[in-house]
């Protein structure tokens, strides 16, 4: 349709026929932006001279103007104006049009070009080509590309790392073996290409095919291409004949590339040999630092992930988010609060921002190292929590013994609007679980596919048949393994052998266990669960066979141990340990709680056998496992009131999570035991899991 109303209805008559033939072009080109309004109405002094210039038909000088002030729509619109580009005009659109990254721009100069017959150079079609790269349109990119009639090296090169780019790789490659000539540029851009796109060999063997057959030197792009995939595949050798080259040759290597060769140095395994590079770099950045820091967790070295840390605060550095949430993962992963809460405290000082994911850790940190009031109280700072805050502190609160919280944080998170994921309904259902709200589960279980639309996984799975055999509801968990999609992982039969304890059935307790040798034959607590079993039911036969089948399959029970964190320093119990210095003290601390607690009525509980952790079942052996060591010690360490936190590496027995109970009543006590399947937090002579563990 061609539109025959002028829009310059000032301009005078001898252009207002080129104006109204060609105003349908931009018109499907760019819709109808009100140039009146934006010129003639306005008296914006930029806007007069513009539109003095149309009048005077100084077409190009307005062009230009309209580019200065970065108005490219208004600019690109005036084109229509001018028969033929001039090189000045061209040059100033497209840049205009890079800047921008707009593709209707550049197309639109680009079909003027081609209409008016201006020939504006090769440079000028390979930015087109590299604008249209940019712009994400490869097709439009291919057709200059093919339509120019002489192309230089950089056309060459724009094409291919277009294709490169994008992870069309092929079409790179056959371009590049076609190509007459080749510069650093082009094999830069297709190495990086391999590398970024998840094909390391192919990287690697142009590389070679570059140093041998073409003689052609690395530059430090290259470089850092080869090192990346030579930690892609784990080779150190490769990696390390790479550094030997760099160092052979003396390649101009900067910060960049000391980074990338710590990297490869650290994705292989050698740590050591990342730390000694790091060192070596003299203009070190905070993503070194970062990077340096993370590697030391990712290998399980967090004292010297934590050393590093210290020392980059003193370097002058300042951290950012990534270094933050870093180093409280790890805090979160080893569960070492105070540390946390030190770097909460630097973090708060230095001014952090709430949106961050640094916030999002803290949330994290405070939840696995169950201290959730801090937890909840970071998380209420957050302005708009992501859903990894949400999920964090669902689960932590599950985990902490307040199901109910956690129940009602999450209908809170379907009212703001944030949609769960299926990590959220694992803490959703675990609360459930916790609290002994079956039917409430079962709808959460079935609202994951029907109401929000999610897949289940083997995790949903393990925790609704959890949540089942918990309550004895043995045929629905037997129903729900028979229908479920894919293979049962260990943690539902483990949970299903854990509801069989509870309720002590034998039968499918032999099935759970029988499953879990098949999975895990290795694994001490299955033989010792199921001896429990047999053991409580007064089954000795059974009892004994199982322990035979350990001693045949050679199954060695992990030692039991606890620790407690008092100032910053970890101290470790063994059972029966007498090693600590104030040794005699925690003794005699709990024969003395034990004394006053048989007053109250408690008799220890010896008829488990094969305890998870302990051989013996005697009496006094049973006040001698390592989490009362802890807590006894923690007691004697810390102020009166003083919260006592404990760690223990395997499930607490049962005869231990009585007198915890009533030690926290004796000596008025929060006490918190973290042990292998759950936070327990004991107060005032009862305990958050109301004795479902
Ligand atoms: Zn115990
Ligand atoms: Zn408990």
Redesign the pocket.
């Known amino acids: 349709m061609r539109s025959t109303r002028p829009i310059f209805r000032v301009l005078t008559s001898h252009t207002e026929r080129a104006v109204s033939s060609s105003s349908s072009s931009f018109e499907t080109c760019l819709g109808t932006p009100d140039l009146e309004k934006t010129f003639f109405k306005s008296q914006n002094s930029e806007d007069i001279i513009v539109k003095r210039l149309c009048r005077e038909n100084k077409y190009e000088e307005a062009i230009i103007r309209l580019c200065e002030g970065y108005r490219l729509t208004e600019a690109i619109l005036l084109l229509d104006r001018i028969k033929r580009l001039s090189p000045l005009v061209n040059s100033n659109l497209l840049q205009l049009c890079l800047e921008q990254k707009s593709f209707e721009g550049t197309k639109r100069v680009h079909t003027h070009i081609k209409e008016s017959g201006f020939f504006p150079g090769v440079s000028s079609f390979n930015r087109i080509m590299d604008i249209y790269c940019k712009c994400g349109s490869l097709v439009d990119a291919r057709i200059v590309f093919d339509e120019m009639q002489e192309k230089d090296l950089c056309s060459w090169n724009t094409m291919i790392s277009g294709f490169a780019k994008v992870g069309r790789l092929k079409d790179a490659r056959n371009l590049f073996d076609a190509m007459p000539e080749r510069d650093n540029f082009s094999w830069t851009a297709i190495i990086s290409g391999y590398v970024r796109h998840d094909l390391p060999y192919d990287a690697l063997q142009l590389c070679r095919t570059m140093l041998q057959d073409y003689n052609v030197k690395c530059n430090k792009f290259t470089i850092c291409s080869s090192l990346a995939a030579s930690a892609a595949i784990k080779s150190l050798n490769i990696g390390k004949e790479i550094h030997g080259h760099i160092l052979r040759t003396g390649i101009d290597s900067d910060a960049a590339v000391w980074s990338a060769l710590s990297d490869m140095y650290g994705k292989c395994g050698s740590l050591d040999e990342a730390r000694h590079i790091f060192d070596k770099t003299s203009d070190r950045d905070v993503a070194t630092w970062t990077a340096m820091i993370n590697r030391y967790f990712k290998h399980g070295r967090r004292e010297e992930g934590f050393l590093l840390f210290l020392e980059l605060l003193k370097s002058g550095n300042r951290p950012n988010e990534f270094t933050f949430a870093g180093i409280l993962n790890a805090c979160a992963h080893h569960n070492t609060e105070c540390l946390g809460r030190q770097v909460h405290g630097y973090m708060s000082r230095i001014g952090f921002n709430h949106s961050s994911f640094a916030a999002s850790a803290l949330v994290h940190m405070y939840c696995k190292c169950g201290n959730i009031e801090v937890a909840d109280r970071v998380f209420k700072w957050i302005p708009k929590p992501d859903l990894a805050s949400w999920t964090s502190l669902i689960n932590g609160y599950a985990q902490n013994g307040q199901p109910e919280e956690a129940l009602n944080l999450f209908e809170t998170l379907l009212e703001s609007g944030t949609n769960p994921d299926h990590i959220t309904f694992v803490g959703v259902l675990s609360a459930c679980t916790h609290s002994g709200l079956v039917d409430k589960g079962l709808a959460y279980f079935n609202s994951i596919k029907e109401k929000h639309g999610l897949a289940y996984t083997v995790d949903h799975y393990a925790c609704v048949v959890d949540l089942l055999s918990r309550s004895g509801r043995f045929s629905e968990a037997e129903d729900i393994i028979k229908k479920m999609p894919m293979k049962p992982n260990k943690f539902l039969w483990a949970s299903l052998l854990a509801g069989c304890r509870i309720h002590g059935n034998l039968d499918l307790a032999k099935k759970a266990a029988e499953a879990l040798f098949r999975i895990e034959p290795e694994n001490a607590a299955t033989y010792v669960t199921l001896s429990n079993i047999y053991a409580a039911a007064g089954k000795w036969g059974e009892v004994a066979e199982v322990r035979k089948m350990m001693d045949v399959n050679g199954v060695v029970k992990k030692a039991g141990c606890s620790w407690t964190e008092i100032e910053r320093k970890v101290y470790t119990f063994l059972m029966g340990d007498t090693s600590h210095p104030r040794s005699m003290e925690i003794h005699g601390l709990l024969e003395e709680l034990q004394k006053k607690m048989k007053e109250e009525g408690y008799v220890p509980k010896t008829d488990y056998v094969l305890h998870d952790v302990e051989e013996e079942q005697k009496e006094q052996n049973l006040s001698c496992h390592s989490e009362k060591l802890a807590i006894a010690f923690a007691i004697l360490a810390t102020r009166p009131g003083t919260p006592v936190k404990i760690f223990k590496n395997l499930r607490t027995c049962v005869d231990c ?1 009585t007198v915890i109970k009533y030690i926290s009543k004796l000596v008025s006590r929060k006490i918190i035991v973290r042990d292998s399947s759950r936070f ?1 937090c004991f107060e005032g002579g009862s ?3 109301k ?1 479902y ?1």
């Open positions: 999570h327990h305990c958050s899991c004795d563990w």
